[in-house]
Nanobody, 119 residues
Framework: QVQLVESGGGLVQAGGSLRLSCAASGSIFRLNAMGWYRQAPGKQRELVAAITSDDKTNYADSVKGRFTISRDNAKNTVYLQMNSLKPEDTAVYYC?????????????WGPGTQVTVSS
């Protein structure tokens, strides 16, 4: 089993910045792609950014140029630096990791962290 725990969420004014962290722990064999998703009230969960094990990145159009995803493989941690935040970025942000062993492959999710951007 792998556990993911997000941190760094909170309340920030529009134009401000936050840095989210997600640390993986437990029986880690190989973490492949990791990513951040978000879900606003009444909306579907959507991909914000993802990063492969060799640091290739992918972003939602709505956050390109404002958010940066990175990872520290030695610490089994993925980060999301969020700049120039907008009220529409308000959501619960979830960390996601694709984990594999010799025999299995499974996606894990964190419990989420609330990000609120006030106007």
């Amino acid at each position: 089993q792998v556990q993911l725990v997000e941190s760094g969420g909170g309340l920030v004014q529009a134009g401000g910045s936050l840095r989210l962290s997600c640390a993986a722990s437990g029986s880690i064999f190989r973490l492949n792609a990791m990513g951040w998703y978000r879900q606003a009230p009444g909306k579907q969960r959507e991909l914000v950014a993802a990063i492969t094990s060799d640091d290739k990145t992918n972003y939602a159009d709505s956050v390109k140029g404002r958010f940066t995803i990175s990872r520290d493989n030695a610490k089994n941690t993925v980060y999301l630096q969020m700049n120039s935040l907008k009220p529409e970025d308000t959501a619960v942000y979830y960390c996601n990791a694709d984990h594999s062993t010799v025999l299995t492959r499974r996606t894990y999710w964190g419990p989420g962290t609330q990000v609120t951007v006030s106007s």
